[in-house]
């Protein structure tokens, strides 16, 4: 090799001041001595005389977060419902002093710092392999009802006010496992426009009596007035019974335009974030599923509405095809509530005392024990119905193979 490196730095001067024919048979005579193919000796005699340019130092900064921080961290945004890194970075500084007050966390004094200053991009990156490991639509069930129907005032989602809260936007959530056969749950979700403080309620089906019912209790829970109804153009919704009842409380009530989901978009996004993600889209039809899901509802909406940040789009302009969208600062509907000057004193107070005996942890696992629970049950009931099915097509297929 070393032979080789002496010829090939000896004729490469020669080979560079050659004419074409002189460089011919220069790699000739090249060949013949290192058994070169002429291609490599070409492009080896070129790059002979080259400079040989410096390694380039390796100029990656070293790693600021390591295990120490990725473990709160991981704990932290799996305890919040694996937020995106916008959502997160700016809640970091009430979540991290309130999980090791609550005995959540350990930390010392450089990680509290580093978790503290994290930034949204670095909270993606580091958490982009564990959101990986975890990865349904759902199908439409509301019926247009037309009891009633032009008594109620449509509004869009421009004409809802989010200055004051006591608003709310409803809507239904079908469980009926993409088969919309017979009777399943149904979870009416209710949504705070201006806040986003939302409350959920399964009812075993869609019968106008349930769904008022449910309704009763979801405003009795809300820690202020409402003020307004404004739901889809369902018959479980538009019907008397809804009619009189926000006749006799006082409370303004709309109904979206027909096939305009956007209407309803502050509910619709909790169709998803809230109940969707958190009981799936199985078929629940007995008592049991409805009664966990309600004990699970019992829980979420602590967990939501006082752990869950989210932001608000402040404003949107558009220039030709780009579309400019900006946010305000993640929140949580709580802190919108506390900041608002429309909520009294006295809902503020109940809401931080509640606030302050709440474990979000703690919430987190009463919810996976509950979805544990309402899964297992589900599984069972749907392979004991595979069993009865099962001896039938066996015989069916013994008759045939007799024949």
């Not at 209790?217 to 409402?226: K, Q, S």
């Not at 009189?244 to 303004?252: D, G, P, V």
């Not at 109940?275 to 699970?296: A, P, S, W």
Request: charge should be positive.
């Amino acid at each position: 090799m070393k032979q080789r490196k002496a010829v090939t730095k000896e004729l490469a001067l020669r080979y560079k001041r050659a004419t074409k024919g002189e460089r011919s048979r220069i790699l000739d005579e090249f060949t013949a001595i290192t058994s070169y193919h002429r291609g490599h000796a070409a492009r080896a005699l070129r790059q002979a005389l080259k400079p040989k340019v410096a390694k380039k130092p390796d100029r990656r900064r070293e790693k600021k977060y390591a295990d120490a921080e990725f473990k709160p961290l991981r704990k932290i945004w799996a305890t919040l419902g694996m937020p995106a890194g916008k959502r997160l970075a700016p809640y970091m500084e009430e979540m991290v002093p309130f999980m090791e007050r609550c005995g959540e966390l350990e930390l010392t004094d450089s990680v509290r710092d580093n978790l503290l200053s994290v930034s949204a991009s670095t909270i993606d990156r580091m958490m982009a392999p564990e959101r990986k490991r975890i990865m349904l639509k759902g199908r439409k069930g509301t019926k247009p009802g037309t009891l009633l129907k032009h008594q109620v005032p449509i509004r869009t989602f421009e004409g809802h006010d989010l200055a004051l809260p006591g608003f709310l936007e409803i809507d239904l959530v079908a469980h009926g496992g993409g088969d919309p056969k017979g009777d399943f749950a149904q979870t009416l979700d209710a949504t705070d426009v201006c806040s986003g403080w939302t409350e959920t309620r399964a009812v075993q089906n869609k019968a106008q009596k349930w769904v008022f019912a449910a309704l009763a209790i979801l405003l009795g829970r809300l820690p202020f007035d409402a003020a307004g109804i404004d739901s889809d153009n369902g018959g479980e919704f538009i019907n008397a019974h809804l009619v009189r009842f926000c006749e006799e409380k006082r409370l303004a009530f709309t109904r979206s335009r027909p096939y305009r989901k956007n209407d309803n978009c502050f509910v619709e996004q909790k169709n998803w974030t809230v109940v969707r993600k958190t009981v799936g889209y199985f078929r629940y039809d007995t008592e049991e599923e409805l009664k966990i899901l309600n004990q699970i509802y019992g829980h979420l909406r602590l967990y939501t509405n006082y752990f869950q940040p989210s932001m608000r789009l402040v404003s949107k302009t558009r220039n030709g095809a780009k579309v400019t969208k900006k946010y305000d600062m993640p929140k949580t509907p709580y802190r919108r509530l506390m900041e608002n000057q429309a909520i009294g004193r006295k809902a503020k107070r109940v809401m931080k005392e509640e606030y302050e005996t709440l474990n979000p942890v703690q919430l987190k696992r009463k919810i996976i024990k509950l979805q544990g629970r309402l899964f297992t049950f589900n599984a069972n009931k749907m392979n004991e119905a595979r069993k009865e099915e099962e001896p039938q097509n066996v015989s069916a297929t013994f008759f045939v193979r007799q024949r």
